[in-house]
């Protein structure tokens, strides 16, 4: 379906197209639904959690790319049927590339962004992949056809350029030289407005041409990620393409810049319950989508009439060179892409909204002259007229005279200033030559090895960067790892990477790769450190997580599908030869618990980060340990149910042995804190890590207690009034015995003695109305694994009973593996509900078993919100707390009645007064005489 609310022509408001996909496989084995649905040009998304609640957006285009589609042999993505409502990428292209097209020929600056979180699709409509070609590419196929196919009025020169910006550097993807230290520099000249200075501009004349730029381009990138330890869906890429036009009829020259822009995942770091992270806003990493959203906020409130908006252009580099798309001099495109899956409702509802703010902009795009051009152009119109002027100097016989030889001078001047314009772009296209047959000879020996070699081709997280290095292992005996040191190794960085990691033996045309010492290599999935042979298709890890796919000879090769050996392929076998099996159970299954499935996902995209994390905390001396976790996995509530399961990072001090857990959140925002350290490290820049202040060390936090595990105590006893004594294993999250519980439930009168065998019920309805009172006895923990594991530690007893809004804990007690606890809780229900029996007959007492480290502040049970009568028995039926208001009410009574005693002591003594003054009185009327001052008494 292609829906079209408006043309591109008209008014300059930036459009909004929105796309949304097919399903991964992610997506399909978790059994996700599709909570996209379109018609005509809106759209509307449905909230799963709620089927009252769907939002709809209207944009310019919305593309329905989710369903309705076949693959052609060839592997291209087309509609089931003519007209279906499948939207295949020629039809967007229609849409907005040919609009592009038009603007930019026109002379208008024109942007195209593509927005929305990590995979979903943004490079598929930007790029594309194989022969589904995307924006871009078919854009250059375009122009170049128009360039061509006008060539007698009109010079066309096409200029590339390809940046990417991560974390506010701005590397140049085109340059072959060494990456400045703190990327290229972003200028503002009056004229230009802001540029990146010493970008590498290629002038091009083909499709052909760009296509291998951008495969240069392409292929820098994934270098550059794999030095810098960075994550490219946190990068933004940026490929601008110069269009210069002379229309020789017209006497005009024209200049547009048409840029092109990849943003970065959308994905926000949601709180997920979890704490907010102290070092939440120490990154830079979001700096630039942040101030992208802030920009469009406020050029949105302009649009609206809001008088006195701050722009905030100039907060960040992707902003500075996005000024004139918005709400400047350009004619705008943003493409939002979408998952259609329900597990991505919050996300796509981000996306749409920002979407819409975007459709609110409005920019001045105008028709660019170049300077440059012009000035050839005038300074040709000039000589003209003074070859004619002399000419008729000339034969007017005033060869010698001044006016004569001002203008000879003048012409010389021009004639100088045209040969040197021209003399720059004659240089300037040489350079692009030799630049393009030297490509051109990289390209056709590349595909000369590949037919005759076996090699290894890299594998990343982001699939457009999937398969752009391949380095090759002619026969013989090969070096791999970062020295480059002679002319048999094979040179490659990457986390963990050892100056010479491993050798590979070519021989008889088997290879075989054998680790050298203490270096990690992994081969489909299992650590090696002997000697392995490999077949085609292996899978290799090397260091911490420089993931390759090993292609064997011509011969082996075959016609195997190899884009199955994706980033999560790798991570998937890895996690199984842990024992992490979930993948496989869960692929296919439409039983599976979905927050096991989201949860083994979570943990295969979080097990290379661990790694990348361990790596660098070991190199730079930080002396923590990570690893992955299943948070809940062995875990029930109150009612026995599975808990909700969760992937978090249990961080360890290997000296200390403190310990800290941290969500997923938290890690994945340290982790981008700890590259951007790590890089400064590498460069040499910044602080010593000793003198990394504690509150900006993303390794370091200060110490919380910990949930250590949990056991129930079922709760049925005491709707028939019988005691129990219970002894409770306490699990851990992932299964293991935390320790022993003993424990105690005592049915007990209100002042606390224990009930008899006569007061057992029968039937627990006769509970109903009456107050219920026991205690809940913690007597002793044993073969406590935390203390035995570190004696410097602690723990305390936890736990939340009926409708208790706060948890009461247990003293702490420390340094002992079986310590006494001795602690206990006297509980009332002062009216039983039915509610209240159902709780008791159904549920357990979650008894949450609490670690605690040396330096780390005890649990205090909080008494806010919290009934407790006078004698200090807590309260558990809230709604009904009659005892409460009898305290409150005995309260009240106690002060009436203080304030009665003092206005019966006040009316005695004015009593008393008034029985003196009526002596006093009565004297006087005997004796004649009023008292001074005295007044009639009543
Ligand atoms: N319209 C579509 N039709 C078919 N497949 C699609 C479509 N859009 C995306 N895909 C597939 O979905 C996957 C993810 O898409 P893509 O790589 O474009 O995501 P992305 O948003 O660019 O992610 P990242 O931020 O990681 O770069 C790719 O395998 C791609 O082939």
Known sequence: ?????????????????????????????????????????????????????????????????????????????????????????????????????????????????????????????????????????????????????????????????????????????????????????????????????????????????????????????????????????????????????????????????????????????????????????????????????????????????????????????????????????????????????????????????????????????????????????????????????????????????EETKEIRQLLTHNELQIRAIQTLWEQHLQEALKDWELQYASITQERRMMQMHPYILNINEDAQLSGVVKLFIPEGEWDIGLADASPRSILIKGLGIQERHATFRNEQRQVALTPLAGSKVIVNGNPVSQTTELQHLDRLILGSNSTYLFIGYPSERGSDDWSRYDYDYFHSELAAAEGINLGETAAGSSQTDPSLLAAFYDYIKLMPMVAEANQMSQELNKGVLFKVEIKNLALSDSKGHDLEKEIVVRVTSIESKQVWVWSKVKFVNRKFLMEEIYQQHQAGEGLSMAALPREKDPFWDPLEPLLLGSAHLWLQSLAFRIPLEEQLEVLGSEGTEEAILQTQLVPCTSTGLPLGEEDILIDPSELLGRRLDFQLVLEQCCGLRWIKACRNRGVQIGFRLFECSQPLYTPAVWHNVNPLLDHRFHLACLHSSQRLLHYLQNSALVLELWGLQEGCPALTSSMEGVKMTTEGIFIIDQSVAADTLTVNLSSSMRALQEELEELRSANSSLKKENHSLREQVHAARSGGVRPAGSQAVC
Not at 254 to 274: C, F, H, M, P, T
Not at 310 to 339: C, D, E, F, W
Request: hydrophobic share 35%.
């Open 1 to 401: 379906m292609r829906a079209k609310a408006a043309d591109m022509q008209g008014k300059d408001c930036v459009k909004v197209a929105v796309r949304v996909r097919p399903f991964n496989k992610r997506e399909r084995d978790a059994g996700s639904r599709c909570i996209i649905s379109m018609a005509s040009s809106s759209i509307t998304i449905q909230d799963p959690r709620n089927a009252q609640t769907r939002r709809s957006f209207c944009f310019d285009y919305a593309y329905w790319s989710h369903s309705g589609f076949t693959r052609d042999p060839g592997g291209l993505y087309l509609s089931e049927e003519a007209g279906g409502r499948y939207a295949d990428q020629a039809s967007v292209f229609q849409d907005l590339g040919e609009g592009i097209l038009h603007n930019a020929l026109q002379g208008y600056n024109a942007t195209l962004l593509a927005y929305g979180q990590t995979g979903s699709g943004k490079s598929y409509s930007m790029v594309g992949y194989g022969p589904n070609k995307g924006l871009v590419p078919t854009l250059c196929d375009r122009l170049f056809q128009a360039v061509k196919g006008k060539q007698d009025s009109r010079q066309c020169q096409v200029f590339f350029s390809m940046l990417e910006i991560y974390n506010e550097q701005v590397v140049d993807l085109l340059s072959r030289g060494s990456r400045a230290l703190g990327g290229l520099r972003v200028r503002e000249e009056q004229q230009r407005g802001f540029y990146v200075e010493g970008l590498r501009t290629v002038p091009c004349d083909s499709a052909q041409q760009v296509e291998q730029l951008m495969e240069q381009g392409t292929r820098t990138r994934t270098t550059a990620a794999t030095h810098m330890n960075a994550n490219s869906s946190r990068s933004h890429m940026l490929i601008i393409l110069q269009l210069k036009q002379i229309l020789s009829k017209e006497s005009i020259t024209k200049q547009s810049n048409i840029n092109l822009v990849d943003l970065a995942g959308s994905e926000r770091q949601r709180a997920s319950g979890s704490e907010a992270d102290r070092l939440k806003e120490g990154t830079a990493i979001n700096l630039s989508l942040t101030t992208l959203g802030n920009v469009i906020s406020a050029l949105a409130d302009v649009a609206v009439g809001k008088k006195a908006v701050h722009i905030p252009y100039r907060v960040s580099v992707l902003t500075k060179l996005l000024q004139s798309a918005l709400g400047g001099n350009s004619r705008t495109v943003m493409i939002a892409t979408l998952s259609p899956a329900d597990i991505c409702y919050e996300e796509s509802l981000s996306t749409l909204r920002y979407a819409e703010r975007a459709k609110r902009i409005q920019n001045r795009a105008v028709v660019n002259e170049s300077p440059t051009e012009r000035l050839v152009k005038e300074l040709k119109a000039e000589n003209a007229r003074l070859q004619n002027r002399l000419s008729r100097l000339g034969q007017e016989g005033r060869r010698a005279d």
